[in-house]
């Protein structure tokens, strides 16, 4: 089966439904999926612009832009060998005022057990209290 990659821009077409022609192409790669046709590879720097994009410049509210990622990602025709960690970091970043870079960080400092050196007062504090330990080789 054919794996497709796309970038924020078809993410957020598909997500917000604000253009007429390009939204609907969106959802066409996203229904193909959906029929199992083809599989849609979300890659984590995609999804990193896709949340700034969504909260900065169109300041969609957190827990909506979380939620809506989540269920996007969570589908079984979505693939990334990270997808766990994806889904830890959206948690995080959910529950703590860091942003999602600094969630993405911390997350994989836990997941690839290294230690995250950072200048970063708040995310220093959230290390301490942090803890993510699923095995690199789960997934979803």
Avoid at 49 to 62: A, C, H, M, P, R
Avoid at 100 to 126: G, H, M, N, P
């Amino acid at each position: 089966m054919e794996t497709v990659l796309v970038d924020a821009n078809v993410i957020l077409r598909f997500l917000l439904n604000d253009h007429p022609k390009l939204s609907s192409l969106a959802k066409s790669i996203f229904l193909k999926a959906q029929k199992g046709l083809i599989k849609i590879y979300l890659d984590e720097v995609v999804i990193a612009e896709t949340v700034w994009t969504l909260s900065s410049f169109y300041k969609i509210k957190k827990t909506d832009l979380i939620d809506r990622l989540e269920k996007l990602i969570s589908q079984s025709w979505v693939v990334n060998p990270e997808k766990k960690l994806i889904l830890e970091t959206l948690n995080l970043y959910r529950f703590s005022n860091l942003d999602y870079i600094d969630c993405w960080v911390l997350a994989v400092s836990q997941w690839q057990k290294v230690i995250l050196e950072t200048f970063d007062v708040a995310l220093k504090r959230k290390i301490k209290s942090f803890s993510f330990n699923p095995s690199p080789e789960s997934s979803i």
